[in-house]
């Protein structure tokens, strides 16, 4: 039992399970920087002003760069007492610096310090995301341009559909990953506004000028409406559906991963480096990190949900519930960060077994779409019509056993006498994916395009 | 049991348990505005490019725009067997123009025409949920212009906190808004790419021209990669996203204002238009809207996860569970709407109870701030020591049974003999109020700015 | 705009868009039934305690009939100025009867007569749901029998583990129903409560007796505390969960039949009743009932978070917002009972390509282990050891493209002279399977009595 | 890099990031116990049946025993090359006693550890919940016995409804953590099966005995399928679930709590011990633990869903993503014993206000229903013209501004002449609550009832 900061016209003192129930500390000093630098500026602030002397101001600032080499040297002592890294950060400093340590909390709240750390956190592990995002779209595209002429049975209800080629695959990722990039990079740019100066809820009476602490902390400008700032938390809820779409896209990825490294597939092989074993079945190599990959969309769903639901029917302005938004966010962000890492190197070390590949391109009759289409084209038979010939000239190679894209002009003929000598070429595989000229297709010339669209597009971003 | 388009190579005939699982005309058909507008595009493109002849083109159109007044008028037979709206479409067009009508198939699936319909769906409704939004703002500011010196509590943790104006807590919703029409307007931006002309999913043989519909249906591009696009759903997770944030920020006025009507707050009274009374209980007016508002956050919250939860995993291109992608936008768009049009009615038909929540300012010592903060500025005391000896004037005040603001400075001076008498002053509610000028603050003065602000951005938007 | 019947100290009439917004009518009046009954019931108890007359009663009974064929024929009219079923049938048996129709609702609320309703509603729908279970339990059980020599390679990690029966396979699905009928039952059990008699949520000054409308309503006994009673939604969130883990066994047997029907796979293969084809690619032959199986686990969860998030934090007793709790419940419902159908019609005209699967048993190495227990419990190596041993000799096998199985003791002595020529009898695939007599185990012999289990413990359970 | 007991065949070390990423020790360590009890049972039976000697069995034991002090004591040495708990226990014990460690792993895989560990952690805490929801409800049931004659508003729409006492509101609450407890015993009856001995996936060909283990442990008996088994998880999904719906009781509650520690309620005060102040406004005490209680709400739900979502769709048997399982569970586990911890605290510190509870009760017209019941029982009027009646009966209340209940018979009888003086005593508040006698109501009588009732039921329930 402590006496606490607030505690002037308490009675009695806290309780020791209210203090382990009720602490932020064990995750929130994961925030110490940010708190440091709200506080330098803060301090900064209030000497512009004329708050604070210059004097007190120095004194203050040393003492917060010590204590943010004691922490970052693990030689500071973290007291659940101290409720939250906000306290622990400011009875240090008082410690270190006495009456002048006091000073650094006029004009301003725990509220506002909380809204600050956490926003900052947030934007700067938008960042961190995109970066690795930028870094795996590069692995991704030079995947892609090793493997323009890699045939791959298309699938659609996980059924061959059409032949393809791998470069386009994997450019479908590329164009996915784009839009997690623009969204991470929205929200950055929407969320970017400092929430310091606005105090508990209302404002404050001191001459503070919020212009000079959002501008040092590289915030576009302060917040228009203090009440809503402190308890607004959108840009929490922001990145956790963004990294919860971003996992969609990884599970989706994950999925086809897993299912190519099956003996029935055996499109691609992972590197030893990036497979496990089992501890009874010697002859395992299981692609761990794609299932792990796939299973962590679970915890970055629950912890958007879980924030929804915190957030969900508050009264104005901080509520305590609110304690319960910085949990999940750190999970979805560590989860995001090394997830991207482990994806990039797992491509990068990927086999592409293309044999394979081009071997299951002879079953499943690819070009069926190819024969209706040449009926259409060059036989000029309505589409409807054309699909129902198609239908009975797989049926027909079903039988025989043979894929249709091998089966020939002749055995066509019998089924519809429209049909020419020309239908060879056109049901051969690669002519049929290269035959997919329209925008946005599948033929190599058109890969080539999106490839170099992409990489455009990707020299126009920064790392920052 | 019925013949299906596809069944060419289909030995038994459908069960008709299968289509009533497998059928989304029930629901898809909702988009047949979409579907037909689509499909005018799609024939316009084929007409320019040569593919179909103008007058089977004149046909098909003219056919189309029939149908679509059929449906207008209800005169529409929907055939559960039709499976969904793209087949009801095209049968009864084949149906009135015969052969010209299976021409429109040509260059096109289904599963384009499904990403186009749904795209075009939610690309309207960000935009309708937009023009509410603006509508709701409008009419929140002018009760913000006839509140800025209506004093009430301000709280946090639904404990009095410092005395604000009622405009400013207004004003706080109008800020979380007006976030929420900033993210409808990035997710439109940002998704206004054409699906159009993907085909299955590698593109078309066909030579068809992309931009050509996508300037047609007022699309910014056409989309890059065939692939990625007839299984993307980003953009419906957007909107589920976009529309349960905007259900936190509803759920939290929702919740205000059904406290502010208990008896016990009598801040805010409903009109007798939008509250409901009960069947056994004579005496009770209902808040009804206001809980449905509160509500209706677990349906939208429910239907993105939803959709999360079918997209994860799904290897590429179209899987059949995608066919799951539409009841739940549909659901959450038509909530949003509703909810929209009867917050802003039920907002601009409430009686504002100025008198009960003055009476409720004078409770709670909403100026003990401003006390420590004059202990600070004035008496030179570090904001620590004056916070625990406000801290004893408020535990006297409590035991005198009087509010802080109306204690008078003799006895404060016999806790602190540094106080003045210009503390009284200081502690007055509308002065503690208008002293809060910082940037954003709750005084009249930021008040007013911050109307301002919001009034000339609101002149900047239109509705479309 | 209309009058309603709560509208005593109202000064203005309800808008007709609060009437569309808070009207519950367009879904509870599917709990016509239910609604009814329990008027029956009220009625008869309050004849019996001597508060209406028995001619009232009968009157009111007689109407409530001929309300609930009208609605069964579909000639009601269903008014949306009646917000609810209960009004909708209230008014209109006041319509036919007179004053004895408002007699009706003596004793009780529209409180008690929805947590009635609604309550009735999801007791019906458990035992409907196990009813369906207990169908395809039955199936699956048929298909089992049919398949105790059907060598299917195990699986984790979709990888190749050890060889297994592929009647073992399907009854770890019958296990899993097992404990979903477990769960649906008991929570009949345990929310077999009756809530009539509650009123709006204290009681009733009337001289009622609960005992005799639990009774006719066929529930174990009246509930104990009112004010819980009227407000508690214990039992839908029961079902939304039950129904949801039951999702969660039918995405991964959907998920492998996805898997096994792929061209890769073939393992299965989907009668043409139950598969569906393309609009573009003729030779396609889609598990689209897998897929949307699958998929339709995304709503479940859906509505399982949807009532979580209305109920959290609701002050007691009843709030508008338990209004949303309908419209999900119905949905998660109605998507079992299809599903559960059409899974069973699915399973049970599946063809299952044993071949296939034999042939498949053949790469993997499924053997491995069955070495390295050879060579624990034959030669007394230790268990890592042989771990590591069975590893080389799987490299080995690799390289020269064979399977362990047939790769013959005397390669294997090459690795480890303590083999002996007993092995090759060990690494065959049936024998290993078979050597697997552990309680629960893949061996036939094992696979039989799970058989005799299941379908011992299935007869005794009833239909009702 | 390390080398890994599963590298037999691998010829790249695994990376250091994969590690990192698909390493559970950071929190499966936290299994240790139940792996080591686990573990005994296994070597206990292994010597039983013949399969490991007893001087073995004796070693490794006592090499276990050592183990689990060494982790007590906070002195073993994890390492994050092992994997997981089970590789670091098993590492050790062969540190410790050589050859016979590498033995225990005999007729075992590490999936039906994960399954056991995991299984036996989720059962022991099953039960730690029910005990602490025993220990809560004596609280509540004692707070309810001093406060039988507590009058308090009955709310409906947070709107005042009823005269109740608090007692009775107090048990509806008791009534609901009734629920909670038998849906946590249910799951413990329904999940008590041993997965032990189920090896991989498969059983194993060792004459393993599962009944020894299973009776070892404490289990009903060995699971039926070991297929399903070793990826059964609907026991994890069961706690998460039932500690969900905890949750929504708990949040209701706080809820609850919140709203009545209001200025404008005043109900009740939380006690200095479990109160928290403001670092900025000194007068503050806020209901923090009833915030926390309430936000805990989401992490709860989120956790159900990331364990739904990492199910859903997986093929059998074990998959990596399952590791995702435990993180999720560990923390909803460890907020549901320390909520219910301080909760019950919370509740047996409260100051309870009564004369502000009774103040509050002569506002709202709580006695309406009384009048329209008197007009009906002792006029004889049909109900819904008695409803009209009292309506206008609380408008006329209202422009008088005083209380039904002290309106007195003769301004009554000027809207309605058949109200006779008797109606005085009727409308008082506490006769209005005695009134309410009907089994389940409000009245001191039923309210006593239940008292009874709910001590009984926990007199037979034991803290085990």
Redesign the interface.
Known sequence: MTK????????????S??E???GSLPFDKKLYREDIAGSIAHATMLREVGILSADDVEKIIVALKQVEQEIDNGEFEFKISDEDI??AIESRI?EIIG?AG??L???????DQVALDFRLYVLRNNRKIINLLIKLQQTLIDMAKNNIDTLL????????????NFA??I??????FK?DI??FE?SIE?NNISPI???????????????ITASLLDFKS?????????S?R?FA??IL?NI??L??HI??F???L??W?????KFVTF???????????????????A??L??????V????????????????????????DK??VFDSVETAI??L??LE?AIATLKVNRENMAK?CK????T??????YL??ICNV????A?????????EA?KLNID?SEMGYKKLQEIDDRIGSDVDEVLSLKNS?N?????????QE?TIK?IE??ELWLSGLEIK
């Not at 606490?4 to 806290?14: I, V, Y």
């Not at 490294?261 to 597939?265: A, D, G, M, Q, T």
């Not at 699909?387 to 049926?395: K, S």
Request: hydrophobic share 35%.
């Open positions: 606490k900061m607030w505690s002037g016209r308490f009675e009695e003192a806290s309780s399970l209210l382990e129930f009720n906000h306290m008082t009456d006091k000073k909390h006029t004009a301003r709240s725990r509220n049975p298309g699938m659609t209800h996980l059924q061959h559909a059409q032949p393809i386009y695959h450019l479908a990722y590329v164009s996915m839009r623009e969204r929205s929407r100066g606005c105090a508990a809820l209302a404002g404050t009476p001191h001459r503070i000028d919020r212009n302060p917040s228009i409406n203090c009440l809503d700032t402190v607004d959108d809820l922001e559906f919860s779409t996992f969609v599970s989706r994950a999925e086809e897993i299912i490294s099956s003996y029935e597939f590197s030893d480096a990036y497979s496990t074993g089992s501890s009874i079945m010697p002859q395992k190599k299981n692609p761990d990190v299932e792990l796939r299973g962590k969309s679970g915890r769903f629950g912890n958007m949900i879980s924030l929804l639901t915190v957030m969900k029917g508050l009264p104005l302005a901080y509520n305590k519930d609110m304690q319960e949990e999940g090394i997830s890492k482990i190197k299951a079953t499943g009759h690819l069926a779409t190819d024969l209706a289409d259409v084209k309505p589409f409807r019509e699909h129902h010939i198609t239908g009975r000239a797989v049926a079903d249709l994916m035959s997919r000229k329209s925008f946005g297709g599948t033929s058109q999106q669209f992409f």
